[in-house]
């Protein structure tokens, strides 16, 4: 028996959907905070020692003298101690990737998720207490928080592997992963207004307390599965559990070694670790590149910094819906969708990047070009990113584990790279920097391509043991 559609509204699934959607919101806020918080952290006169201003492009805007609140503590970190508190992060959150995913599919994704982003919060409120400390302790801090972010995207896909419809796969993962684009939008610029009328110690202490809020919400609202979910209806948990009759492995243990033979899986690896370098290389490094070649002011920065993010933001909620209704109507292969949407996410930023780094002083179209290709990669939440459901959606959480563990590398690796091609801050060496991203996505793109796959893979299944009877 195949129920039609259970009706969306109010409905168990999507109010999920909605409450990941604000707690990668919250994630990515603690994330990305720090790196705005850093600017009036450190002593103006350290690191303007250190960066090195391009005199290529002229001044784009008259340098406004900023009133900022000099109330908050300075501390005299070169760039590249501020290199190691920033990339910290990466540390704790590549441990706990793979393991994460185990863990979720033992306990339930539910607590995992919560407690991950409890975690985070709550360190995220001792990062003054910490600065003051030193070094080492700031570092530390920020690894402890990449181990409790670490295990959130390996619970979510876990969690969606019992909640989500095959065909409304696409629409409920861009929904809830398109939170963290916003929390990068709505952190930077807010991040910035906060530390100029506050000061920066009050940016850790407002999204440390809405992550604690969201918490709170998100362990009394949510359950791990239909079935235990008190408030949902008969007929919505009858259509999900028979959407997913054929899909799901009743198996304890977990398959390993075909798990790490296969094919499909090293493709997803591929695509996701091309596609980190650009994004990655980007969150860092966009900042730095609009102050120092194209020579905008901070307060204009933090805006234009955000707006990339937005792009991708919409970007991800539209091909979220253009994918479910390109399978479920037009009966369009789910391979040949996730190839086509990853294609465009990382072709796309491709192109649009190389254009960014050879046009020269040109802000405007600069900022348009950086902006569409991060936009397009949006494209890719419809794409290699939800691919581990389709192949495997019993582990779904342990693929995405192994996918983001290979994906976290170049966050730690791509921007010291970038840092180190540009000592001079040419445009010339940025150019070098574009063309590197450039380069891989395009390779990721192309082996995804040729080697994904959209259906449920045979190791993935229950009588793959060879019970048949």
Known sequence: MCLDSAPVCCSARYNLAVLAFFGFFV???????????????????????DNVTSKECAEHS??????????????????????????SFFYGYIVTQVPGGYIARKVGGKRLLGFGILGTAVFT????????????ALVVLRALEGL???????????????????????????????????????????????????????????FGIVGIIWFIL?????????????????????YILSSLRNQLSSQKSVP?????????????????????????????????????????????????????????????I??????????????????????????????????????????????????????ISTALGGFCSSGFSINHLDIA?????????????FATIPGMAGPVIAKSLTPGNTIAEWQTVFCIAAAINVFGAIFFTLFAKGEVQNWALSDYHGHRN
């Not at 806020?29 to 020692?49: E, Q």
Request: with cysteine.
């Open 393 to 405: 959606p019993s582990y779904a959480g342990i693929l995405l584990g192994i996918t983001n563990t």
């Open 62 to 87: 008259a340098p406004v003298k900023i009133l900022r609140s000099q109330t908050g503590k300075r501390y005299q970190w070169d760039a590249e101690t501020q290199g190691w508190i920033l990339g």
């Open 318 to 371: 539209l091909s979220g819906q253009a994918a479910d209704n390109l399978r479920a109507k037009w009966n369009v292969s789910t391979v040949c969708v996730r190839r086509v949407f990853t294609l465009i996410g990382m072709i796309g930023p491709a192109v649009f990047l190389v254009a960014a780094g050879f046009i020269g002083c040109d802000y405007s179209l600069a900022v348009a070009f950086l902006t």
């Open 218 to 238: 998100w362990i009394s609202l949510v359950s791990d599965t239909p079935e235990t979910h008190m408030r949902i209806s008969q007929y919505e948990k009858e």
């Open 256 to 316: 390993w070694v075909p798990m790490l033979k296969s094919l499909p899986l090293w493709a997803i690896v591929v695509a996701h670790f091309s596609y980190n370098w650009t994004f990655y290389t980007l969150l860092t490094l966009l900042p730095t590149y609009m102050k120092e070649i194209l020579r905008f002011n901070i307060q204009e920065n933090g805006f234009l910094s955000a707006l990339p993010y937005l792009g991708c933001w919409l970007c991800m």
């Open 27 to 49: 994630l990515y806020a603690l994330r990305v905070n720090l790196s705005v918080a850093l600017v009036d952290m450190v002593d103006s006169n350290t690191t303007s020692a």
């Open 148 to 206: 409790g972010e670490g295990v959130t995207f390996p619970a979510m896909h876990a969690m969606w592997s019992s909640w989500a419809p095959p065909l409304e796969r696409s629409k409920l993962l861009s929904i809830s992963y398109a939170g963290a684009q916003l929390g990068t939008v709505v952190s930077l610029p807010l991040s910035g207004i906060i530390c100029l009328y506050m000061n920066w110690t009050y940016v850790f202490y407002l």
């Open 125 to 136: 409120l001792f990062t003054p207490i910490a600065a003051d400390f030193g070094v080492g």
